[in-house]
């Protein structure tokens, strides 16, 4: 992902803006170090939110999400979603559009990720398979999806505080 194009300081306290570095830091962390929801509008205009299986990888969140689940139909309806993400001492969230990814170069090196990290992903056509996931996954195979975040929101939870918006292209 490259550089913000936009930094807004949201501190009404009067800290400096929050660094870049220090949220793609936190996103970068093992996956012990933050917690993913993903917040997706229903056709009916409701909302909806589901913790999710993420990873940061090459500026881009990917996420795993069954093919009949509430979310994953969500987005094939409007791709237009967030995501919050609660990292060690910083909590961020990520606003966008979630497109499903079939490519298998791609899929390939998302999964060798998720076995990094500890989750045993297999590509089979189109999507992951492994041994388990969520709970409320539902059996294999598993749609990856991918967020080019629009912008992303950080509050500081830790020193040094503060609150910044940062815009990309």
């Not at 500026?59 to 237009?80: D, E």
Request: charged share 15%.
């Amino acid at each position: 992902m490259p550089y913000p194009v936009e930094v807004i300081n949201l501190d009404s306290y009067g800290n400096p803006a929050l660094s870049w570095a220090r949220a793609e830091t936190a996103l970068t962390a093992g996956p012990a170090s933050r917690t993913y929801f993903l917040g997706t509008t229903r056709p009916d205009g409701r909302p909806h939110a589901a913790g999710v299986g993420a990873v940061w990888l090459d500026g881009r969140l990917y996420i795993v999400s069954g093919p009949n689940t509430r979310k994953s139909r969500n987005l094939a309806a409007n791709p237009a979603c967030t995501v919050s993400a609660s990292c060690l001492g910083i909590d961020l969230v990520l606003e966008g559009e979630a497109r499903r990814i079939t490519d298998p170069t791609i899929l390939e090196r998302v999964a060798a990720h998720y076995r990094s990290v500890g989750w045993p992903a297999e590509v089979r056509g189109t999507a992951f398979t492994a041994p388990y996931s969520a709970p409320s996954a539902g059996p294999p195979p598993w749609q990856l999806y991918v967020l080019e975040p629009r912008s992303v929101v950080g509050v500081g939870g830790a020193e040094p505080p503060g609150a910044t918006r940062w815009r990309f292209a």
